[in-house]
């Protein structure tokens, strides 16, 4: 992606490094039909955007420490489970066997 964007002289490659890791991340990827940035945090990335058009859902915060990261465990473990669903109808790439 970073090709596609730098300057002929390809000397800003290095500016475009944020935008393209940010489209990457929250680019919907075919083969499991979900975000890198999902997959990761268990939450859609949002952008500021986002919170001026009132976009971003209504999330309620854990009670404690504890309740949070069993709550990440568990959705991580979900959202893990429903990619490892969409990867089986998915062909094998040549290069892997």
Known sequence: MVAKLVSTNQHDWD?????????????????????????????????LADIAFGTTPDNEQAASLTEFIDTQQRCLHKAYELARQELKGCPVPQETL
């Open 15 to 47: 500016e475009w490094l944020p935008a393209t890791t940010l489209a990457y991340w929250t680019s919907v990827h075919e083969a499991t039909g979900y975000t890198l940035f999902y997959l990761t945090s268990c939450r859609e990335a949002h952008i």
